[in-house]
Antibody, heavy 115, light 112 residues
């Protein structure tokens, strides 16, 4: 059974940092593009970042460029995102997912940016 | 960025009746490999999104055959042949041809 389990969410002050993790199992993690997708409270979905299977290519949506860094450890079947300089508008449920051309999603971890 | 425009945004449907959602894109979704990476997702209340349809018309494993996708180029449609109570939720089209991948605004399906 495919599982993507996110962790690391929580309450952080504006300007603060947070690192999210995603533990993958049930599929060959090292063969898949992996992503972070977010959904603001009561809002739609936004694809935040994506990383190639070997980690050699990474792409970000403009709103997080220079602040978020996506990474992966294929030996640990894990995906990460380091989020710096957080803003109120980054408040969202963050989902770990395979690339846009594959079907797997986690249950999400909630990030709240507030003073 | 590719803009995905869905209609309607609210869709009240009686049980057993058909439903249709349109998705129009601001540019062609045909990739250089010849594929069109247009997906449809369902998000039930309190759940994470679930992909229903990939590459325009292919149903994911476990998706009932009452769901079907069609379209080409920049115009796509998700159809539900007979709506059931478990279909309540928000439906999103999403393109994975261009970066950043983008979603439509979502269509909220409710039972009339």
């Amino acid at each position: 059974e495919v599982q993507l389990v996110e962790s690391g969410g929580g309450l952080v002050q504006p300007g603060g940092s947070l690192r999210l993790s995603c533990a993958a199992s049930g599929f060959t993690f090292s063969s898949y593009w992996m992503s972070w997708v977010r959904q603001g409270p009561g809002k739609g979905l936004e694809w935040v970042a994506i990383i190639k299977p070997d980690g050699s290519e990474k792409y970000y949506v403009d709103s997080v460029k220079g602040r978020f860094t996506i990474s992966r450890d294929n030996a640990k079947n894990s995906l990460y995102v380091q989020m710096n300089s957080l803003r109120a508008e980054d408040t969202a449920m963050y989902y770990c997912a395979t690339g846009g051309r594959d079907p797997y999603w986690g249950q999400g971890t909630l990030v709240t940016v507030s003073s | 960025d590719v803009v995905m425009t869905q209609s309607p945004l609210s869709l009240p449907v009686s049980l057993g009746q058909p439903a249709s959602i349109s998705c129009r894109c601001s540019q062609s979704l045909v990739d250089s490999d010849g594929n069109t990476y247009l997906n449809w997702f369902q998000q039930r209340p309190g759940q994470s999104p679930r992909r229903l349809i990939y590459k325009v018309s292919n149903r994911d494993s476990g998706v009932p055959d009452r769901f079907s996708g069609s379209g080409a180029g920049t115009d796509f449609t998700l159809e539900i042949s007979r709506v059931e109570a478990e279909d309540v939720g928000v439906y999103y089209c999403m393109q994975a041809t261009h970066w950043p991948h983008t979603f439509g605004q979502g269509t909220k399906l409710e039972i009339k």
